[in-house]
């Protein structure tokens, strides 16, 4: 079982160190982005083209066409999300309950709340890198973890990843590497490391090659694979997933004022392990952490998510222009978990809403 534990004031002072520089860099690259907007537009920002005048008695107007491009390939983005459950491939990392170890059960529900910093270059034909900083506070930890009083932080992860697009078959392909961080947790389990690799299929290729008028993805066919480094040493853990957009505006909502900037995302995953979900599992009664000696050699199927967001393009609605935002969106969401590995899992059911920027 992985039991939690009181951090000094030096460790606690490295976490907030990194949490400060990573929003400091967000905020100083947005601040960038609109100061230059004080600036005159030189000719290289806008084109300036005078409609032709069809009638004497009317007014010429000019029309001006943006042609700002990025000065560098780099996207920034930020995203915070409040949700009521911390659920982990099916595993409830916020329920403060007596059989989790907690010295007495929170009697309510309390939120989470997650924030992503990340950055992204895009090299070209040579692919991409990436890295990003997740953060999981959770409002009920005192009943955790007593003996930290009012400190919430939970989780923090950080990943590095390089990604490349075979364009030819539509296939993306990203190689990554997560370090989890668990400030609350005892030395011996304060920390995982894991090696991912996640597979993603553009299938409107696929249709396009059986004849079909298809532009856009239809299923977006997803595999993710990772294997754990440490605390699951051993152990794997496989995640295989669908979903579909449904861009209100492209269903005959253009011009319905707020629907024609949301889009509806139905999705489904199913996921399976072998020697990681038992070795990770929190309660030791189901061979937890602290039952190490009882673990066996085992795979199966763990958990289906069914899963319903609607993201609503604030971009787009405020008519934000590219040199300003990437994208902006603010997203409400809504899963459930139905545990297989019974002896493991149990059914989840948890939501939230999360705010999202990017240059």
Known sequence: MITLKT??????????????????????????????DTSTPSQDETQFIESETIDTDKVETPVFITNWEKPIPLTLSIDYTLVSDYIWRGINLSDASRKNGATHNEGRRWPNQQMTTGAELDLGKFGRVGGSLWFEWYCGQEYMTPDDGDKTLQEIDYTVYYGYTIEQIGLDIELGFIWYEFPRARSDADSTQELYTKLSYDDSKLFRMLGLDVK???????????????????????????????????????????????????????SWDHNWLQKM???????????????SNSSHLANMVWGLQCSYDLKSALNIPDKYCGDFSVNTFMNYSHAIARHLLDDELWGGVSVGYSW
């Open 7 to 36: 951090y000094g004031e030096t460790k606690m002072s490295l976490f907030t160190k990194r949490i400060s520089f990573g929003l400091l860099m967000t905020l100083f690259s947005v601040g960038v982005a609109f100061a230059e």
């Open 216 to 270: 856009e993805p239809v299923l977006n066919p997803y595999l993710f694979i990772a294997w754990d480094l440490d605390l699951a040493r051993g152990g794997s853990y496989y995640e295989f997933g669908l979903s579909h957009d449904f861009v209100l505006q492209d269903l005959g909502m253009k011009d319905l004022p707020l629907l024609k900037n949301m889009t509806v995302t139905p999705a489904w995953s199913m």
């Open 281 to 295: 599992s929190l309660d030791p009664s189901k061979g937890g952490a602290d039952n190490a000696t009882g673990f």
